[in-house]
């Protein structure tokens, strides 16, 4: 937990320390460069970064990149929970034909991810009854499964928080266009030109941002589903096999 929250800490100081320089550089860039120059891709991200404000911008930008690092900090725990069911079956099966529960309990010990835990916690209590592994299985799966979960409720709030900011830039930049109107007296379109601009850029900046996390999260909630599945199905296959060695 505390080395996530230290990566979740230098991802928003580097994505502060980014819309600074993308501040200060697309202020140097809109005085050098005309604006029919054949500009790069990103010269280009740059200048309508700065044009929708960088101040909501910016925070849309650190929604992005914490939603992102909790999405890959899950989809690598996800990957590394992944065990090979079948695999673990056998040697379960062979350890206690051959050693009974203390061998098996080795082999789930040694083996990593939440399936092996599952099989320790219901192997533990084999001696007590088929029903108390059972009740131990249930049990020792729903906090497995809240592990697996862990920290995907940062990503939904990043879901919904990037294009409420992303609205809210382009109520205020309405709000300023009618200010010019105001100031002036008078529509042109050269007065609430930038306005507008500037709410249609921090409206699809926040879109962007929530599709990117969302196809993220979508990932994980597939990933923890079938690793739940595939927890489910194990632990009926353990208990059978407990089943059958007792008899």
């Not at 939440?114 to 320790?120: D, G, K, Y």
Request: glycine share 8%; charged share 20%; hydrophobic share 50%.
């Amino acid at each position: 937990m505390k080395k996530l929250f230290a990566l979740l800490m230098l991802t928003g100081f580097l994505a502060l320390g980014y819309t600074e320089y993308a501040y200060a550089q697309a202020s140097t860039d809109t005085e050098l460069v005309a604006p029919d120059d054949n500009r790069t891709f990103h010269q280009k991200v740059k200048e309508k970064f700065i044009e929708g404000g960088w101040v909501f911008m910016g925070i849309v930008l650190l929604c992005l990149i914490l939603g992102l690092a909790i999405a890959i900090e899950r989809i690598i725990t996800l990957n590394l929970a992944t065990t090979n069911t079948n695999k673990l079956l056998s040697k379960v099966e062979n350890a206690l034909e051959t050693g009974g529960v203390e061998a098996a309990k080795e082999v789930t010990k040694s083996t990593k991810g939440p399936v092996a835990s599952i099989f320790t916690q219901g192997l533990m209590r084999s001696s007590e009854g088929i029903e108390m592994v059972e009740k131990s299985i249930i049990s020792y799966g729903s906090v497995e499964m809240g592990r697996l979960e862990k920290g995907l409720v940062w990503v939904q709030l990043f879901i919904a928080l990037a294009p409420m900011l992303g609205f809210m830039g382009t109520v205020l930049g309405m709000i300023s266009a009618f200010d010019a109107i105001e100031a002036a007296g008078d529509i042109s379109p050269s007065l609430v030109a930038a306005g507008i601009k500037q709410a249609l850029l921090t409206t699809v900046a926040g879109l962007i941002v929530a599709v990117i996390l969302q196809l993220f999260y979508n990932y994980c909630v597939s990933k923890i589903d079938g690793l739940v599945n595939s927890m489910e199905d194990a632990s009926i296959s353990l208990v059978d096999l407990l089943v059958k060695h007792k008899s």
